[in-house]
């Protein structure tokens, strides 16, 4: 028997029970919910629908998800080097900011494998053993026409990595990275309330975000000991 036989078979049998109830008569419905009724229908089916497009379905679309090249468990490594953060995100004696580790970084506790953990097994045959550095995606990456300075903030500023990161520090595995299908740029950016709700200091990181913070602290740009003024501050 074909699959369309049985499928015929399936109706067949849902027909016979639905006969057991009267066929509904459109014109026996209740006088009150007329057209008006059917109109507010629509208005609502139409409502819900966009609402869906717009807040569901467009981030879905806009937005490309990307696992991580290896897995990283920053609660795990928090405990094992010595200068905590430090140990991978530093600061150079010039004052740049080393930013993800490099492999080098990693080598010494991983020339082997340690453990069972299939991510680790990864790490060390696809990149430790070939010495290729690990393609990591950094959620907080910007368009390169933006300048951003660590030390400004970090020492200056005196600022938690948390303001402006959330707790992917203290995090057992890396997220989802999303990539904004237009702009190429990472959802970090611009948010994940389409609404421009912000919850939280590190929620979004859009030029406003950078503004109003300065604007918060009276941080003066056109004060600040550099050549470049106004826009320049942070656009190269
Ligand atoms: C053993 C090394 C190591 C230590 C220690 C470490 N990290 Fe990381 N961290 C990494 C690696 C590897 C990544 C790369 C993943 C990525 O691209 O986000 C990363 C990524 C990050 C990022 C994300 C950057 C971005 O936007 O993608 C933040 C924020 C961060 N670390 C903060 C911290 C803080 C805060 C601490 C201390 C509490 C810390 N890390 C300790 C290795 C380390
Ligand atoms: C101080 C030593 C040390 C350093 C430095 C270190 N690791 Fe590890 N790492 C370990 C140990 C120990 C484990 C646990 C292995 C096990 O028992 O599964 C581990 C586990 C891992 C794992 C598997 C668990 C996880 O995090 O998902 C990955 C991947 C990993 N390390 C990557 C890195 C990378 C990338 C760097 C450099 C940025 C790094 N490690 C630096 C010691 C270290
Ligand atoms: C005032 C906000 C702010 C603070 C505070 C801050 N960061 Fe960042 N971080 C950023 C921005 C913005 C970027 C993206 C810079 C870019 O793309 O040019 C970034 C990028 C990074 C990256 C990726 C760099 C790369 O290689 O591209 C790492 C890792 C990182 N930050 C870790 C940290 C750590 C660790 C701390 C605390 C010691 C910290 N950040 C404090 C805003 C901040
Ligand atoms: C949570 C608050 C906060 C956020 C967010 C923030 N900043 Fe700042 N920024 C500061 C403070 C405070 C200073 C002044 C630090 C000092 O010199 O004491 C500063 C200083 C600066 C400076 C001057 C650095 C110099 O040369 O001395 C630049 C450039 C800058 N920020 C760019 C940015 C950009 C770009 C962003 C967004 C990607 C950003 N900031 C986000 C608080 C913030
Ligand atoms: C406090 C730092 C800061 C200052 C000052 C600033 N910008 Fe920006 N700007 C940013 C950041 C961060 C972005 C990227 C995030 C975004 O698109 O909002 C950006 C993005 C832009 C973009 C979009 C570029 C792109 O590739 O999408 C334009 C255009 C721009 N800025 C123009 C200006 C002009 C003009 C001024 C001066 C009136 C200015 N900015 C001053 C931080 C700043």
Avoid at 53 to 70: A, C, D, N, R
Avoid at 170 to 197: C, F, M, P, Q
Wanted: some cysteine; charged content about 25%.
């Amino acid at each position: 028997m074909s699959t369309e036989d049985k499928a015929n078979e399936v109706s067949a049998g849902d027909r016979d029970r639905h006969s057991a109830t009267p066929p509904t008569d459109p014109g026996t419905q209740d006088p009150a919910s007329g057209a008006g009724g059917t109109i507010t229908l629509f208005f609502i089916i139409g409502l819900v629908a966009s609402l869906v497009l717009g807040w569901v379905i467009f981030p879905q679309l806009l937005y490309s998800k990307k696992e991580q090249p290896v897995d990283f468990n920053h609660a795990l490594h928090n405990e094992l080097v010595e200068d905590s953060c430090e140990s991978c995100h530093f600061f150079r004696e010039d004052g740049t900011f080393s930013g993800v580790p490099k492999l080098a970084q990693c080598i010494d506790c991983h020339e082997e494998v340690n453990g069972e953990d299939p991510e680790e097994e990864k790490f060390v045959t696809q990149y430790v053993a070939k010495g290729r550095e690990v393609p990591w995606l950094v959620y907080a990456r910007q368009p390169d026409c933006v300048f951003f300075s660590h030390i400004a903030h970090v020492k200056m500023g005196e600022m938690d990595c948390v303001t402006c990161h959330g707790h992917i520090g203290e995090s057992e595995s890396l997220k989802v990275y999303e990539e904004n299908r237009i702009t190429g740029y990472s959802r970090d950016i611009w948010g994940k309330n389409i609404a421009g709700i912000k919850w939280n200091s590190w929620d979004r990181m859009k030029m406003d975000d950078c503004a109003d913070c300065h604007k918060k602290n009276n941080v003066n740009l056109n004060s600040v000991q550099t050549h470049r003024g106004g826009c320049f501050v942070c656009h190269h």
